[in-house]
Each structure stands twice: as structure tokens, then as C-alpha cells.
């Protein structure tokens, strides 16, 4: 509704999972309710070239459920727990960094192969994984990197299956992959255990097809190292 980024959503997650991690309060539903807006408000600060004023906070998304006064308090308070440090990194930061550093790398690969239209989907892709992960609260004890590369290799399985791909471009994604998987120093077991944790939420929630039709089915990383 106000053309905020896409890292303004998962900033305002993250700072809401970190409030409530670190917080000593009792919240209510209220609380809850607030701190959402603030968090929504804070990252859009943040992010945001044309960030949310104070009257789309409290008027047309709060409904003038809470005053400024009270939006203003929870501001400070969350602030105040973080040493007005606010800069997480999220799964979303570490999915575009390894994505970028692909496309940078290997243009003329890309570019020979003709799978610029690819890499755009299995971006898009992966997005949606990011946004999803977001919704499981299994997720937040992870390490954001293992949680990018769980999400990329995903987000293959997912564009590989519903998607005519042609071997050479399959299997420079794979070798990419298995190189990602390496590269980053993690065990294998370790990724292997947060990919599957993704699948799982994935294929269990309620209704997915209805969210998108082309994401419907995983494989296993297993499969895709052998």
C-alpha cells in the first residue's frame, strides 16, 4: 500500500522477534498489536527512501487504536533495549548478497546460457521462501547464512520441478550450489537439517497452492549432492 521496500518487511520482523527475545516485559495482545506498528515504523525509517509518517502509522494501519503518545513510548522502549542499535541482518540481506555475488561472477556463463530469465525467477522464488520462513518461529534460533543457503537451494528444487530447464543450465546451478554449500564452511548435515525444516513448513501449510500454483514440490538435498 506504500511502496515500501522489500528489506522494510523483513527488518520489521526481525526487530520484532528480537524485542520479544530480549524484552523482560509481560506483553498482551495490545502490546503485541503495538509493537508491530513500531517495528513496521522503525524499519521503514530505516529503509525506506519516502519512509511511513506518523499519521499512516497511527491513523490509516493502527485505526487510531493507540495515541502518539503511546507509539512514541514503545519507540523509545525498543530503542532503548537495543542501544538504538537496530541493524539485523536478515535472511533476505544474506539471500541477495549470495544471489549477487553469482550474477556478478559468472555474467558471461549466465549470459551464454541464456538463463537471465531464470535467475530472476529462482530470485523471486526464493523471496517468497524468505517471507515464509519469516512465519515460523523454529526458524529465528538459526544462523542467517545457513537460512539463505537452505532457501536458494530450495527455491531450486521448487523452480526445477515445476519448470523445463535445460541440463546445461541445471547443472551450472547445481555445481553453484554445491560450491555455495562449501564455499560457506557449514556442514553439510547442518544445512541439510534447515533445508528439510524448510520443506516441511512449506508443504504443511495450509492451502499453499492457493498462495502460488508453481510452488508445489521439493526434493531433497541429498539428491542434489549425489
Known amino acids: 500500500s506504500y511502496s515500501s521496500e522489500p528489506l522494510s518487511f ?3 520482523v526481525e526487530i520484532m522477534d528480537n524485542y520479544l527475545q530480549k524484552t523482560k ?3 498482551n495482545e495490545k502490546d503485541l498489536h503495538l509493537l508491530g506498528l513500531v517495528s513496521m515504523y522503525l524499519s521503514s525509517k530505516m ?3 519516502i519512509p511511513l509518517h506518523m499519521i499512516h502509522i ?3 494501519i493502527g485505526h487510531d487504536k493507540f495515541t502518539e503518545e503511546q507509539i512514541l513510548m514503545m519507540e523509545r522502549d525498543i530503542l532503548s533495549l537495543f542501544d538504538w542499535d537496530i541493524v539485523f541482518i536478515t535472511t533476505y540481506d544474506a539471500v541477495k548478497i549470495f544471489l549477487s555475488d553469482f550474477y556478478v561472477n559468472n555474467k558471461d556463463m549466465i549470459h551464454n546460457l541464456k538463463m537471465k530469465v531464470i535467475c530472476y525467477d529462482l530470485e523471486i522464488i526464493a523471496i517468497f521462501l524468505c517471507k515464509l520462513v519469516c512465519l515460523g518461529e523454529q526458524f529465528f534460533k538459526y544462523n542467517k547464512c545457513i537460512l539463505a543457503i537452505s532457501v536458494i537451494i530450495a527455491s531450486f528444487d521448487i523452480f526445477r520441478s515445476n519448470y523445463n530447464v ?10 553453484w550450489l554445491l560450491f555455495l554449500v562449501k564455499e560457506s ?5 547442518n544445512v541439510t537439517k534447515v533445508y528439510n525444516k524448510i520443506c516441511s513448513f512449506y508443504e504443511n501449510i495450509e492451502n499453499i497452492n492457493k498462495v502460488s500454483s508453481s510452488l508445489c514440490k521439493l526434493y531433497n538435498l541429498r539428491d542434489l549432492i549425489k
Open 166 to 175: 535445460s541440463k546445461e543450465a541445471e547443472n551450472f546451478l547445481r555445481q
Open 58 to 60: 497511527k491513523k490509516k
Open 47 to 49: 529503509e525506506d527512501i
Open 25 to 27: 516485559k509481560k506483553l
Open 10 to 12: 523483513f527488518l520489521a
Open 185 to 189: 564452511k557449514y556442514p553439510v548435515d
